[in-house]
T-cell receptor, first 112, second 112 residues
Framework: NAGVTQTPKFQVLKTGQSMTLQCAQD?????MYWYRQDPGMGLRLIYY???????DKGEVPNGYNVSRLNKREFSLRLESAAPSQTSVYFC???????????FGDGTRLSIL | QKEVEQNSGPLSVPEGAIASLNCTYS??????FFWYRQYSGKSPELIMS????GDKEDGRFTAQLNKASQYVSLLIRDSQPSDSATYLC????????????FGDGTTLTVKP
């Protein structure tokens, strides 16, 4: 019962470094999501993929890129990390509109 | 105005009391609503889904939906200290297929 798996769980980067966060789901879900959550704040949608082959911007896409590699995998890339991107990143998946989302355990990312 | 608004917290109730969490939404076309619980340092987990007007009960939890008033609530009966968490209300963006919308959350503390 893996559900949504995110790697890595923790990462420390220096300003300007690049990194890709990985996400995979084994529930045969069509839709996948990347959120960030800053301390004491709500979830903010970065990018989403409503179905394999499509990606769309969410509320806070600047500084990020995504790839929907196949139905199972959805990666998030930081090309040039900035301290403002220090956050907890959650990946989620859903069977589609009107279905709930299932979340991974998160990646705690610190950028120095 | 955010698409999903939750009553600002924090909310504190004594053990055994009823906790009432409220959420309003702006998109009259929204059809499905979800309550997630998020413990500190953890990822959100689904606790209730509701699609029709009225009440839906699951154990100590009751979700209430009033589409005419664009209002959804979560009642927790016989609150326990283990219910202390942040509760997130969510729906889907009716005009952008596959795009999710979350409220900022209400933090509940249940005092023994």
């Amino acid at each position: 019962n893996a559900g949504v798996t995110q790697t890595p769980k923790f990462q420390v980067l220096k300003t300007g470094q690049s990194m890709t966060l990985q996400c995979a789901q084994d529930m045969n879900h069509n839709s996948m999501y990347w959120y960030r959550q800053d301390p004491g704040m709500g979830l903010r949608l970065i990018y989403y993929s409503a179905s394999e082959g499509t990606t769309d911007k969410g509320e806070v896409p600047n500084g990020y890129n995504v790839s929907r590699l196949n139905k199972r995998e959805f990666s998030l890339r930081l090309e040039s990390a900035a301290p403002s991107q220090t956050s907890v990143y959650f990946c989620a998946s859903s069977g589609g509109t009107d279905q709930p989302q299932h979340f991974g355990d998160g990646t705690r990312l610190s950028i120095l | 105005q955010k698409e999903v608004e939750q009553n600002s917290g924090p909310l504190s109730v004594p053990e055994g009391a009823i906790a009432s969490l409220n959420c309003t939404y702006s998109d009259r076309g929204s059809q499905s609503f979800f309550w997630y619980r998020q413990y500190s340092g953890k990822s959100p987990e689904l606790i209730m889904s509701i699609y029709s007007n009225g009440d839906k009960e699951d154990g100590r939890f009751t979700a209430q939906l009033n589409k005419a008033s664009q209002y959804v609530s979560l009642l927790i009966r016989d609150s326990q200290p283990s219910d202390s968490a942040t509760y997130l209300c969510a729906t889907w963006d009716n005009t952008n297929a596959g795009k999710s919308t979350f409220g900022d959350g209400t933090t509940l503390t249940v005092k023994p």
